[in-house]
């Protein structure tokens, strides 16, 4: 999961980086805060990727049009956050 809080104008993906995208996650989500609590510490979007294996992750991550992306996105970006996690049941 990426929250970036944004500035400026972003750069489009390319065919072949969404390619690699579509190929390697499972399922993607984007949106924009509407907490009223007002806690999103300055983030204002959460891009969400959602993969089959740790090994899919590592996979994306090193593919070269997710680096080439990854690249040009990453500096615009007033701050980012990246979680990469497991996730488990809370009861």
């Known amino acids: 999961m990426t929250s970036p809080a944004i500035s400026g104008n972003l750069p489009s993906p390319t065919p072949a980086q969404l390619r690699a995208h579509q190929q390697a996650a499972a399922a993607s989500r984007a949106g924009t805060d509407v907490s009223i609590e007002n806690m999103h510490q300055g983030f204002t979007h959460v891009f969400e990727s959602t993969f089959e294996s740790t090994e899919g992750i590592k996979e994306y991550i090193e593919h ?28």
């Open 64 to 91: 070269p049009a997710h680096v080439e992306f990854a690249n040009e996105f990453l500096p615009v970006l007033e701050k980012a956050l990246i979680i990469d996690y497991k996730p488990t049941s809370v009861n």
